[in-house]
T-cell receptor, first 114, second 113 residues
């Protein structure tokens, strides 16, 4: 298995533009997580899905953020409109359980909003 | 408030020595505690999991201890090597309902030859 695949690896965009981050989880993993990492706040959970259904989106900072999982092999995280404070590394992770086994993380998308 | 605290200062040790990293938590009752390694520009990689009723777990040169009375986990790397240099993150799963992993900010380990 190629692991969790995220794209793009890097994204530079202007303030106000729409940004879409993509993730392909490991086949057979029922849980998919979106995390954001910054120096100040560390890794923060934004949202997670179970069997393609969003379960907890309480970590999504505001309505500018949305996430979808149309099928078991694809998820997107969208920011519209983007702001400079959204600059961070966004990670997608997948797992067969919520916490009884480890999560497998992708390599992340480094987002810079100028 | 809930906190997961790891030493923000980098730990510098010499090759061959044992590295010990600390994870302290406040206002959590963790069912599971996990340790991850993160290299620059990469995602975290899972290393070890320890359950609330376990005191110690080992995997090759790695050892994790879990003291629920002290609310602390220690992560040891024996016979450390320069290739062990990375940031190490601890993460907890709360012992209630549908809880996900909450991460500490990590401690950077630097192993010099």
């Amino acid at each position: 298995d190629a692991g969790v695949i995220q794209s793009p690896r890097h994204e530079v965009t202007e303030m106000g533009q729409e940004v879409t981050l993509r993730c392909k989880p490991i086949s057979g993993h029922d849980y998919l997580f979106w995390y954001r990492q910054t120096m100040m706040r560390g890794l923060e959970l934004l949202i997670y899905f179970n069997n393609n259904v969003p379960i907890d989106d309480s970590g999504m900072p505001e309505d500018r953020f949305s996430a979808k999982m149309p099928n078991a092999s694809f998820s997107t995280l969208k920011i519209q409109p983007s702001e400079p404070r959204d600059s961070a590394v966004y990670f997608c992770a997948s797992s067969i359980s919520l916490g009884q086994v480890g999560y497998t993380f992708g390599s992340g998308t480094r987002l810079t909003v100028v | 408030s809930q906190k997961i605290e790891q030493n923000s200062e980098a730990l510098n040790i010499q090759e061959g020595k044992t590295a010990t990293l600390t994870c302290n938590y406040t206002n959590y009752s963790p069912a599971y505690l996990q340790w991850y390694r993160q290299d620059p520009g990469r995602g975290p990689v899972f290393l070890l999991l320890i359950r609330e009723n376990e005191k110690e777990k080992r995997k090759e040169r790695l050892k994790v201890t879990f003291d629920t009375t002290l609310k602390q986990s220690l992560f040891h790397i024996t016979a450390s090597q320069p290739a062990d240099s990375a940031t190490y993150l601890c993460a907890l799963v709360q012992n209630s309902g549908y809880s996900t992993l909450t991460f500490g900010k990590g401690t950077m380990l630097l192993v010099s030859p």
